[in-house]
């Protein structure tokens, strides 16, 4: 990576392309006394992830034994199923922030999408189904859309203890960025690789095409001071496992310290990094502002 160019101390806000470019994984202790920290903040994230996964299962679990739902579903009436359903939907979107339910035949169709009910009959290829396939039970994890990451959970339909399709809900995880600062109050960003991001839609759902900001990734999430900081400065490959820590940094009077950690999908893959900023000395800053939602197909 090429060096940037120096410029008067008073213009130098302290990017974590450059630390993390320089940085190696830091062990916690006297050293680094605010590192601890900084990985609390990060796990918040795979602990909004667990909560959310367990409160889908709960739901699915009520929902797989609905015979209101299981009668047109085992009729084949779309049209009957979708009017049964419909009301569920809407208390779930309103009330948890579900915004993805699926009715998937034992083949692994599409039989009907509550959320989209026009779009049936396609394949279902997700790992989550693969999982709940492959195990006869709960399949979950984050999957990536066209835009955006969706946290989906699917449990097998049984009837007569033979398994006869999948019901599948989801939630985009847009809303866990907010919730994590204001759990933390620090500021977060998640950086995607882009072969798994289609460019024109993410482009057309933020009214802003800023693809080229980064060689290999793209923001898909931020409460970020300032989104064009948020860079990788590696491959997503060569990010430990465990994460980096970024040492202190001062930024317009305030200093910080952070973080980059691996995201991964439902096939354990490594798809993106979550940045951590945490204040540590200075005024205390101003409310952080998310970029608009993008949702998952």
Do not use: C
Request: charged share 25%; no cysteine; glycine share 8%.
């Amino acid at each position: 990576m090429a060096p940037t160019p120096a410029r008067p101390v008073s213009f130098v806000r302290l990017a974590l392309v450059a630390t993390l470019a320089a940085a190696a994984p830091a062990v916690a202790g006297a050293a680094n006394p605010h590192e601890p920290e900084v990985r609390r903040a990060a796990a918040s994230f795979a602990d909004l992830e667990k909560a959310d996964v367990a409160k889908l299962s709960r739901v699915l679990q009520q929902l797989v034994q609905d015979r209101t739902l299981l009668a047109p579903f085992a009729a084949r009436d779309r049209e009957k199923l979708l009017a049964a359903a419909r009301p569920t939907f809407e208390i779930m979107k309103a009330q948890d922030q579900i915004t993805h339910w699926y009715f998937i035949d034992a083949d692994g169709k599409a039989f009907l999408r509550v959320h989209k009910p026009e779009q049936f009959g396609d394949v279902i290829q997700r790992d989550t189904l693969k999982q709940a396939v492959a195990t006869g039970d709960v399949g979950s994890g984050k999957e990536l859309g066209k835009t955006a990451f969706a946290l989906r959970v699917v449990r097998p339909i049984r009837s007569g203890g033979k398994v006869v399709g999948y019901m599948e809900l989801g939630d985009e995880i847009d809303h866990f960025f907010e919730r994590m600062k204001q759990q933390t109050g620090d500021d977060f960003g998640l950086l995607v690789d882009k072969q798994h991001i289609d460019r024109a839609e993410l482009a057309r759902v933020r009214n802003d095409d800023r693809w080229d900001e980064r060689p290999d990734v793209v923001l898909i999430n931020s409460t970020m001071w300032d989104e064009k900081r948020i860079q990788l400065g590696m491959p997503l490959a060569k990010l430990p496992a465990d994460g980096i820590y970024v040492g202190e940094w001062l930024e317009e009077g305030r200093s910080y310290v952070g973080g980059a950690f691996p995201v991964r999908n439902a096939a354990d893959h490594v798809v993106g990094a979550l940045f951590v900023r945490h204040q540590v000395g200075g005024p205390a800053p101003g409310p952080g502002k998310a970029p608009a939602a993008a949702p998952a197909k």
